[in-house]
Each structure stands twice: as structure tokens, then as C-alpha cells.
């Protein structure tokens, strides 16, 4: 493509050629270097973008994205729902509503429907416990601006 460039040959086939010396090339490869060194981090932002431009918050590429950069030989990570349970009140006797709510379990303050979560992501416990803050920088590029999400360690 366009952007594949040997700065190093390019400068060297420019020299006229009773000037292309070994002192002379090295000369202008010294002058060079700091070009064909922006070149080389371009190309590594080039091959990143390009990355994250072929993803997107679908939980498929997400959940792709996420095996590719963190979990690429075994691809444990997955994405499910979040849990969406209804809360229970208690009520007072003015409002005249049964006192017996039967057996409650006690759930996360995020497991609500309407305060709750919108997916978790389950990943290895190696991987939270040495790459979380990559793992949400990760998963904040991706996700769309309104979702919410939980990371559970398996």
C-alpha cells in the first residue's frame, strides 16, 4: 500500500550516486531515523484502529474483541444478560397490603431491573485479578454510552 515506506532505501536512492559513501549513508540514515520512527508508530496506531474499527458493542464482537486481546488461546471470556429481578417491599398498615412476602433472597443493589445492569461479563479469575483496569478500558471503548455492565470473575 501507500503507506508502506522504506524511508532508510528511499533517502539512500535520492543520494546522487557518486555521493552514496558508507560515511554519507550513515549520515543520512541518522537524519532519517527520527521519520521512519514516526512512520513505525503510525503504522502500529494504524494496525490498532483498524482493530477497533472491526469491532463494535454487538455482545458477538465484544465478546470476540475481548478473547483477542485478553484470553486468546483458551477464549474463556463470555457475555451474558444482567440479571433483571423485581424488587419486594415491605409495606406499612395504612396501605392494607399482605405482611407475609414469603422467602426473599438478597440481591446486589445492580441486579434490579430498573437500576440494574444491562450485561455481565464473565471472565477468568487470572485475568481480573492482573489486567482489570485494561479489561474496562477494553470494554469501555466497545460499549454503548447508555449500558451498564458487571465483571464476575469464573
Same mark, same amino acid.
Request: glycine share 4%.
Given at each position: ?33 527520527? %521519520? ?10 494504524? %494496525? ?23 484470553? !486468546? ?25 399482605? %405482611? ?33 483496569? !485494561? ?20
Amino acid at each position: 500500500m501507500w503507506y508502506n515506506i522504506d524511508f532508510y532505501k528511499w533517502a539512500i536512492l535520492l543520494l546522487p550516486t557518486d555521493l552514496r559513501k558508507p560515511k554519507m549513508i550513515g549520515f543520512i540514515k541518522t537524519l532519517i531515523s527520527p %521519520v521512519a520512527n514516526l512512520h513505525a508508530e503510525f503504522l502500529k496506531m494504524r %494496525v490498532a484502529d483498524e482493530f477497533i474499527l472491526n469491532h463494535n458493542g454487538q455482545r458477538c464482537y465484544l465478546r470476540k474483541a475481548l478473547n483477542d486481546v485478553f484470553d !486468546a488461546d483458551l477464549r474463556r471470556i463470555r457475555i451474558g444478560d444482567g440479571n433483571q429481578f423485581e424488587r419486594h417491599y415491605i409495606y406499612t398498615r395504612a396501605e392494607q397490603k399482605p %405482611v407475609f412476602l414469603g422467602k426473599l433472597f438478597i440481591n446486589d443493589k445492580t441486579d434490579y431491573a430498573d437500576t440494574g445492569i444491562d450485561f455481565i461479563v464473565y471472565v477468568p479469575d487470572s485475568t481480573v485479578k492482573s489486567q482489570k483496569i !485494561a479489561l474496562e478500558k477494553w470494554i469501555e471503548i466497545f460499549k454503548k454510552g447508555t449500558k451498564k455492565y458487571k465483571i464476575i470473575a469464573i
